[in-house]
């Protein structure tokens, strides 16, 4: 059932529309309906309204009016948080607040190797226009045609690409940022060096819109890579999986532009549900690996570093069949049967998802221990671990078991959770390795991050925002 909603007062709307022009205020049903409910179907919530502004000037103005009003704001970039991080509540009463209008590339520069780009770019967008510069944004991520240069930088998104370049944090330079009562910190700084007090661009990475409104960015620019190579391999266990990553490790680290694990059960799933998808192996294995190198150098002899490297494992007996890409197309192709894995698990039913981490050596126990544990707890359920092996991040998601009313699963959610974290906790692990906290694991974080560091956090959200207008309800517990 539809939530109530709390019409904002007409003298409010009235001098909002004054600010944001015709087109930047929508409070019809229809239009905000997209808005309402996340990538996951986690969250529903309900909005009197959704502003548009076209500039931070707009953006500070309208943040004071609503600031003085007491009105809550929840910002929201593409819209495809796996933790309803850009869900408004139940309440009806908060405002959600997109930069879509705010999509321009402001300024790249090949000597600075640098981006000035606002919140509401499109990621993919942001990418071609690196690209089109002869430059390379690295960032890259499976809901990169959606998600946003805000939301990313927002969440501190990490991605296929983390092992090589980082994750979004390491990406920025500088940030325009509007505090919640409309002050505008314009620190679009291109600097590599710029020690000038408390970097308060690092506190707005990964607040998840709680502390302030990302309106622009300098990210940084990387030289394009002019020798790729790309292949998938059947490894035989977790633990083979492990040593080939470090036998590309230390062969040449530089090398290594991503490094991602599937399992037999994930690739199932994207064989089943993704339209064209095949496995260009000769059979089925219990253990995949995406291996990507990239060089920016055009004489990287990358093709015969797969070769050796794959080789040598083959012979050691830790690979069991390798397909490397001889084309664009094939690339694609192998790249799509690991980004598609969120979609195809989406399609085969109710899952659960652990966005967890390890110290790298940890992962093939972490997997192995939870893909046992959670088997026992749900008897039938299908553990579909998968991700970011190279920063030790790894999906430890888990599909409900065939024929299980999808509800019955999901009502498991928290045991779930608990199982795979009690093991993480173990393994010096975290309970949200890129994902963030949102509005699904601020409990969590009173849990692990109790005490001293808890209560800085709370500290600190207090004096950014002292009558907790921004996103509440997300990332710290109430
Ligand atoms: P939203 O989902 O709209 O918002 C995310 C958070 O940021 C919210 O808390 C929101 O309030 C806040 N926010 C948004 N814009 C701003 C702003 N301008 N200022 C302040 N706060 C803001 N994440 C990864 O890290 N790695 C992955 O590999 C990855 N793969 C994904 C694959 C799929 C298919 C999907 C659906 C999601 C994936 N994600 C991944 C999760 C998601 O975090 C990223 O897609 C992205 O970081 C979110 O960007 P967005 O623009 O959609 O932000
Ligand atoms: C991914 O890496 O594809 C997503 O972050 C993982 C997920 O959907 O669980
Ligand atoms: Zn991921």
């Known amino acids: 059932m539809p939530h109530e909603v709390a019409p904002l007062a007409e003298p409010l709307m009235a001098a909002l529309r004054a600010i944001l022009g015709p087109r930047g205020i929508i409070t019809d049903p229809a239009d905000l309906e997209p808005h309402l409910s996340d990538w996951r179907g986690l969250y529903r919530g309900a909005s009197p309204a959704l502003i548009r502004p076209a500039s931070t000037e707009e953006l500070s103005a309208a943040l004071k009016l609503l600031y003085d009003a007491d009105i809550p704001v929840v910002p929201q970039g593409g819209n495809t948080s796996m933790v309803g991080g850009a869900m408004p509540d139940e309440s009806g009463r908060q405002v959600i607040l997109s930069l879509s209008r705010m999509n321009r590339i402001r ?3 090949p000597v600075d190797m640098t981006m000035v780009a606002e919140a509401g770019v499109v990621l993919k967008t942001a990418q071609d226009a690196a690209a089109g510069a002869g430059c390379l944004f690295p960032l890259s991520l499976g809901a990169e045609g959606t998600a946003t240069i805000g939301g990313v930088l927002s969440t501190n998104a990490g991605g296929n690409t983390t092992v090589r370049y980082g994750n979004a944090r390491e990406l920025m330079l500088g940030l ?16 590599r060096k710029d020690n000038t007090g408390y970097a308060l661009r690092h506190l707005m990475v990964g607040a998840e819109g709680s502390l302030g409104i990302i309106t622009a960015a300098v990210l940084r620019l990387f030289p394009r890579p002019r020798a790729e190579a790309i292949a998938l391999c059947a490894v035989e266990s977790e633990d083979a999986a492990l040593s080939l990553f ?22 199932d799933f994207a064989l089943k549900h993704i339209e064209g998808a095949t496995l260009p192996l000769s059979e089925r294995a219990d253990h995949y690996v995406l291996v990507d190198l990239a060089s920016s150098r055009p004489d990287a002899d990358l093709r015969g570093l797969m070769e050796a490297v794959l080789e040598e494992a083959l012979d050691a007996g830790e690979v069991l069949d390798a397909a490397l890409a001889e084309s664009e ?3 694609h192709a192998i790249w799509r049967l690991r980004e598609e894995h969120p979609e195809a698990q989406k399609r085969e039913g109710a899952s659960v998802k652990n966005d967890v981490s390890v110290p790298v050596s940890k992962v093939p126990e972490m997997i192995r221990r939870c893909s046992d544990a959670l088997r026992e707890l749900i008897p039938g359920s299908r553990p579909v671990p998968f991700g970011h092996m190279g920063d030790g991040n790894i999906h430890m998601n888990l599909e409900q078991p065939e024929g299980m ?6 009502a498991r959610s928290h045991d779930i959770m608990d199982c795979v974290n009690a093991i993480v906790r173990e393994l010096d692990g975290s309970f949200s390795a890129e994902h963030g906290i ?22 600190i959200k207090a004096a950014l925002d002292p009558k907790g207008l921004l996103n509440p309800g997300k990332v710290l517990p109430a």
Do not use: C, H
């Open 246 to 267: 470090r036998r590309f490790r230390d062969r040449d680290e530089t090398a290594v532009r991503a490094f991602e694990y599937m399992s037999g059960t994930g690739m």
């Open 176 to 191: 325009e940022i509007v505090l919640p009562d409309g002050g505008v910190i314009n620190g679009l700084r291109r600097l």
């Open 329 to 331: 197309a094939q690339r």
């Open 107 to 109: 300024d790249i520069d």
């Open 405 to 410: 009313d999808p509800a019955e699963f999901l």
């Open 438 to 459: 949102g509005r699904l694991k601020p409990d969590m974080l009173a849990d692990w991050r109790g005490g001293a560091e808890l209560g800085a956090m709370l500290r």
